[in-house]
DNA sequence: GTCTATATGACGATAGAC
DNA sequence: GTCTATCGTCATATAGAC
């Protein structure tokens, strides 16, 4: 489960007009795949979501799993890109910040990349097991280290930092993998720019503070 | 959806053995239901884990789906009653902590439920899209004007109440949800009590200090 | 109330014409 | 490469003996 984009080919060439259908198909796919579940999601209703003969997808992918996983594969590395910030030369806040932000600007552009995550997570990761157990855990212990400097040298609270990135990905995630539970709280059809925009400024007072650190977000913009 | 319990019927009796044999269906479906999703779960599956012919049943709820909406229900009535801590003339540090507390010990003691509940959200809230709208919604209000008091009496720093919650359940139920991601990322068959610990220490040091009140956690117990 | 045996339909997957 | 027609399997649900 390890993506390797070799040179891509040529605009126009054969190779190149099927990795755009690929794409398409996964495209279309990620919006039933995480509105149904990986059972619930018919090759008929992933077919007419991609606006062909349900032949088609079992000629590009074989079978249903191989359509998932390839999907789940092309997830994942929207899942490990945010993370960037977080290196030791930087100043906590600011990089706790911009991570906090890549996660909810995910959650609001990404939704469904989001469900099918949480959806493969939720069922214990038949299918990611090894990928979980494998780079995310080498990320973490990457990034855990660096929060244990900024604690060493006293430029943060002294967070367990594992449990501090679960509680960021729960708290980002939540809006789009629970939106549904949101928007009916909130009583909104979808939720709105200032909705997004409370939500990140919760999200960053809770960890930035919780660590220790300054937040300096306006109380309640545009209230 | 509305539970509503009459008396119930005499022990030994028929309605009883009948609620008994309901009772235990529901709760080896749950973790059926946990593991595979609606869509996944069959009856024979359903049927297997209850130790019964898949025929019984359909004796006792009709449909899987009637099966499904009863486990559902039995759910909420979890996921209502922790919220009473919170009240006006409580101290807002304690009444959240022992929200947060007993939100951290539902997890780890129903992950099955929590799950469920999950899976239902995740996928839109089909069945339980008019409880979220009705008794959650009302709910959160009635609790937001609480904070909003505190908040209004300086006694905790203007937090937007109901993304607070959001906040809450998302760290809370992460530890049931996406216990297979933590269990992979921490390199353990199962979580430990420190684990738990842990967690909940890191929860309550993010809401506390988030919302500028005291935490008072030893900071790092049993390290 | 309980269980075996089965009806009915939807599913993933494929064969084969174009 | 694309699509229609269809195969075999497994799902939910039920009929009917006990």
Same mark, same amino acid.
């Given at each position: 489960?390890?993506?390797?984009?070799?040179?891509?080919?040529?605009?126009?060439?054969?190779?190149?007009?099927?990795?755009?259908?690929?794409?398409? *198909? %996964?495209?279309?796919?990620?919006?039933?795949?995480?509105?149904?579940?990986? !059972?619930?999601?018919?090759?008929? /209703? =992933? +077919? #007419?979501?991609?606006?062909?003969?349900?032949?088609?997808?079992?000629?590009?992918?074989?079978?249903?799993?191989?359509?998932?996983?390839?999907?789940?594969?092309? *997830? %994942?590395?929207?899942?490990?890109?945010?993370?960037?910030?977080?290196?030791? !030369?930087?100043?906590?806040?600011? /990089? =706790? +910040? #911009?991570?906090?932000?890549?996660?909810?600007?995910?959650?609001?552009?990404?939704?469904?990349?989001?469900?099918?995550?949480?959806?493969?997570?939720?069922?214990?990761?038949?299918?990611?097991?090894?990928?979980?157990?494998?780079?995310?855990?080498?990320?973490?212990?990457?990034?855990?280290?660096?929060?244990?400097?900024?604690?060493?040298?006293?430029?943060?609270?002294?967070?367990?930092?594992?449990?501090?990135?679960?509680?960021?990905?729960?708290?980002?995630?939540?809006?789009?993998?629970?939106?549904?539970?949101?928007?009916?709280?909130?009583?909104?059809?979808?939720?709105?720019?200032?909705?997004?925009?409370?939500?990140?400024?919760?999200?960053?007072?809770?960890?930035?503070?919780?660590?220790?650190?300054?937040?300096?977000?306006?109380?309640?913009?545009?209230?």
């Amino acid at each position: 489960m390890m993506r390797k984009e070799a040179e891509p080919p040529a605009t126009g060439s054969r190779a190149w007009q099927r990795r755009q259908r690929v794409a398409q *198909i %996964l495209a279309s796919a990620e919006r039933v795949f995480a509105e149904a579940g990986f !059972e619930g999601a018919s090759m008929s /209703a =992933l +077919a #007419a979501a991609a606006g062909l003969p349900k032949a088609n997808l079992h000629y590009y992918f074989g079978t249903k799993e191989a359509l998932y996983t390839a999907l789940l594969d092309s *997830i %994942l590395d929207l899942w490990l890109s945010a993370t960037d910030s977080i290196r030791p !030369e930087n100043d906590p806040a600011e /990089a =706790l +910040a #911009a991570y906090i932000h890549a996660k909810m600007r995910w959650s609001r552009t990404r939704p469904y990349a989001s469900k099918v995550f949480a959806n493969e997570v939720l069922h214990g990761a038949p299918y990611l097991g090894s990928y979980l157990a494998g780079d995310l855990r080498t990320l973490v212990r990457e990034k855990s280290r660096v929060l244990e400097g900024w604690i060493a040298e006293g430029r943060m609270d002294p967070v367990d930092p594992p449990h501090l990135f679960f509680a960021i990905w729960a708290m980002t995630q939540t809006y789009a993998d629970f939106g549904a539970q949101i928007r009916a709280v909130l009583d909104r059809p979808d939720l709105t720019a200032q909705d997004h925009a409370r939500g990140t400024e919760t999200v960053l007072r809770l960890v930035l503070k919780g660590c220790g650190l300054r937040f300096g977000a306006a109380e309640s913009p545009g209230k």
